[in-house]
């Protein structure tokens, strides 16, 4: 029974601390269409394991959209950390890899929409993402945050139909305004 507790106390112990964030793998997941292959619009959510501890119960989730021919996505994404550096939370950058990992940790499709579909949809969320009513608020729980905001857009966005995992915490926050 005392190996028992001590292999626990270890795998709890290493669990805990997690690699540095800034060694962190960010690569890409190899998951989202490749836009120099695909030329139609490719709407793309994201979810991976929020960082170290976090991540056994909560995500961090993202999207991503790339408009048709474009050569790169156009990624949005809410962190807190933007807050504490006097940045608003709610941050766009384009690449040609939006599926990257979340230090560490790999991301899962929670929807993807390629073609017509998307590409009528793409000016409806550029629209909602403008319209993000806490583009400057962070707060873990019970929002608004990473999860709160791609729960809005498909709130605004119906026709995505959109599902979130249930570990987004602070999706529900979405529905407050």
Not at 6 to 20: E, F, G, T, V
Not at 62 to 89: C, D, I, N
Request: hydrophobic content about 40%; aromatic content about 14%.
């Amino acid at each position: 029974m005392k190996y028992l507790y001590l292999l626990i106390s270890s795998l709890l112990i290493s669990a805990c601390s997690n690699n540095d964030w800034r060694t962190a793998s960010r690569e890409p997941a190899g998951i989202a269409p490749d836009p120099k292959q695909e030329n139609a619009a490719v709407i793309e959510f994201y979810a991976a394991d929020a960082f170290s501890w976090r991540g056994w119960f909560a995500v961090h989730s993202w999207l991503a959209v790339k408009e048709k021919g474009a050569s790169f996505y156009k990624v949005y994404e809410v962190t807190g950390w933007r807050v504490k550096r006097g940045q608003p939370a709610l941050h766009q950058y384009q690449t040609k890899t939006p599926d990257r990992y979340w230090f560490g940790s790999k991301p899962e499709k929670i929807l993807s929409i390629i073609g017509p579909k998307a590409e009528a949809l793409i000016p409806e969320i550029n629209a909602a993402v403008a319209r993000y009513p806490w583009k400057d608020e962070y707060k873990v729980f019970p929002g608004p945050n990473s999860n709160t905001f791609p729960t809005w857009i498909g709130l605004q966005v119906p026709e995505l139909n959109l599902d979130m995992p249930f570990s987004a915490i602070g999706s529900g926050y979405a529905s407050k305004k």
